[in-house]
């Protein structure tokens, strides 16, 4: 195929519509469009057999075929075709589905013009190829999932939801550390990513992980726009990540490692341009050597370049515990608007990580009964409930790290505590947990999202139909960015403020978000999660229209 063209097969029954949009592609010159046409589903496909297409734009009402199992058969036929999907006003809500089960883009026959249409080909082309080579990643693929759900909500302009869909500014590197052994380096990928540099300097976690890949960062770096926006903090999102499992390194390797990293990406990191902080596979300590780094780097201290970092180092209190925290104040005014008495009810932990294992401490303390916690050994179960003192203390022992060999309860699978029964579940430990094959058999009345992108979008639907309400990872998990906002400002400023007054700023943040999003869940009839998207998307293209587009 010539670079400068894209071939495209126009699956269309309406003669006219079908003469419009050829006569439109007719006339594009760079690149150029050559157009097949064919007005039924089965012709297409047997000329998708035939003949090489990089793009289909495809009607869903058509003779021999209606409605979103025509992007079904078409997607289980020929699912190496990116699919543009065509629609009029009324079937609006079939194309969000087809986008949502996995189409590239839709549009709108009515406002359909010869630039709109270019740019929808070209990017739906360009996404297929830069997935398939760089980002591709299921995690990339739900956050945009969700967003294109939301941005069609919100009627969202079309040039920002295109500028939303990638992140501003990615850096991708191949790093080298030395192992212990002085003769061997072992070189790994690492990742900086900042989606959207319109609201201030951009804001995220970094991850020590052997799934990181540049597509998962920029999920998570899309995720981080929504849910600083969400909060009403001033950042943009961010993520960073290295392709490793730091469980395999001894504690000079990880020091070697994360400076290694920290120098790579020291231009584009500073209190008023990206401010890391932990996630998962990091901590205190690694936010400290960071810190660190850069500062050798400026030739002064500068604590604020980094959140999450140790108190003696200009770490706030309250930061190490804050995303468990905050996920707890959500399941209490969850309880509260369900009428649930947090007392007597029961929870299920994925993860004991830092994020899961605060969740269950402070569930204890509102008198939740913790049934199951697990991390990457398996987990434990015990119906009279667990103790948090007694599994941290066990997990703390230099010889334990994880919960396998904890006898106080039976042992279960990862799977099988997803599936236990409870009132709220609580994944906090990876992603991509709760899927369409589980998700029938979740047994909760409430989850609540400790871990980013722990549900999938087909998941997303049954538990829906079952009524089982989602706090959203964007939502629920806020609290973290939230102190680390608290951190940030107490470092500018010089004010150290006390555990009382950040747990109080925390809550009130974390419940005025979490009722802004019910009542427009409950106004506009969304489930929790879109309405999220919906608050955070339209904060940040207030944001980008007001600015207005350089040069
Ligand atoms: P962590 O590294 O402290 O803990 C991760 C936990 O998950 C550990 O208990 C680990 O054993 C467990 N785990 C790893 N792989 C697993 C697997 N395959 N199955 C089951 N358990 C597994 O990480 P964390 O900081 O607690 O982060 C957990 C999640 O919360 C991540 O999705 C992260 O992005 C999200 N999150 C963290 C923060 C934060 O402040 N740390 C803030 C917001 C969101």
């Known amino acids: 195929m010539p ?5 495209v097969l126009l699956v269309e029954d309406n003669p006219l519509h079908a003469r419009m949009l050829r006569g439109f592609l007719d006339e594009i010159r760079t690149p150029r469009f050559p157009v097949a046409h064919e007005d039924n589903l089965t012709a297409g496909l047997n000329r998708a057999e035939e003949q090489r297409f990089d793009v289909v734009l495809l009607d869903l009402v058509l003779p021999d075929s209606q409605g979103l199992d025509t992007f079904l058969r078409w997607k289980a036929r020929a699912p190496h075709v990116p699919v543009v999907v065509l629609t009029g006003l009324d079937d609006m809500g079939l194309a969000t589905r087809a986008v949502e089960n996995g189409a590239q883009d839709y549009l709108l026959k009515s406002q359909i013009n010869g630039a709109l249409l270019s740019r929808s080909l070209r990017y739906a082309v360009e996404r297929i190829r830069a997935r398939s080579e760089e980002w591709d990643s299921p995690m990339f693929r739900v956050a945009h999932q969700q967003f294109l759900k939301a941005a069609q909500v919100v009627e969202l302009d079309d040039n920002i939801r295109q500028r939303l869909l990638f992140p501003q500014r990615t850096q991708v590197l191949s790093l080298p550390f030395r192992r212990d052994g002085y003769d061997q380096v072992e070189t790994v990928f690492g990742y900086r ?22 597509g998962e960062v920029a999920a998570l770096a899309m995720w981080m726009t929504w849910k600083c926006a969400l909060m009403g903090l001033p950042y943009g999102g961010a993520k960073g990540g290295v392709r490793i499992d730091p ?25 008023d341009k990206d401010i890391p902080a ?17 500062s050798e780097q400026v030739g002064h201290t500068v604590p604020e370049v980094v959140t999450g970092k140790p108190v003696v180092l200009g770490g706030s209190v309250g930061r190490e515990t804050a995303t468990g925290k905050g996920v707890v104040i959500l399941i209490e ?24 294992s605060a969740a269950v401490k402070f569930l204890e303390q509102l008198g939740v009964t913790i049934l199951a916690v697990s991390d990457v050994s398996g987990g434990v179960y015990n119906s009279k409930g667990l103790s948090y003192e007694s599994l941290s203390n066990y997990v703390a022992e230099a010889d334990h790290g994880t919960l396998e060999g904890y006898t106080e309860g039976d042992r279960v699978t990862n799977k099988e505590l997803l599936e236990l029964e409870c009132d709220f579940l609580v994944p906090a430990a990876i992603e991509n947990q ?17 871990a980013n992108g722990p549900t999938t979008t087909e998941a997303d639907e049954i538990l829906i139909d079952r009524g089982i309400h989602v ?26 403020w006390t555990l009382e007054e950040i747990n109080q700023r925390l809550r009130k943040i974390m419940t005025e978000a979490f009722h802004r999003a019910l009542q427009r869940s409950i106004d506009n009839d969304l489930d929790l999660r879109t309405a999220s998207l919906c608050e955070g998307i339209e904060r940040v293209t207030e944001a980008k229209l007001i600015r207005g587009l350089f040069p």
């Open 278 to 294: 932990p996630d998962l596979g990091t901590d205190a300590q690694v936010m400290a050597w960071m810190m660190d780094t850069y």
């Open 247 to 271: 469980r395999g390194l001894s504690r000079r390797e990880l020091q070697r490692l994360t400076r290694r990293y920290t120098s790579e990406i020291i231009h584009i990191i500073g209190p």
């Open 434 to 450: 709760i899927t369409a094959e589980n998700a029938d058999r979740i047994n909760c009345k409430v989850i609540a999202e400790g």
């Open 193 to 214: 990513v900042q989606h959207v540099l319109t609201m201030g300097p951009t804001k995220g976690g970094v991850r020590y992980h052997p799934s990181v890949s540049l």
């Open 471 to 496: 706090i959203p990872d964007i939502l629920a998990n806020a609290g973290g960015v939230t102190v680390s906002y608290f951190e940030w400002v107490q470092g500018t400023q010089n004010y150290m």
């Open 3 to 7: 670079e400068n063209e894209i071939q």
């Open 333 to 356: 005014e969850m309880a509260k608007y369900m009428s649930i008495d947090l007392s007597g009810s029961t929870a299920v932990v994925q993860g004991f990580g830092n994020v899961a």
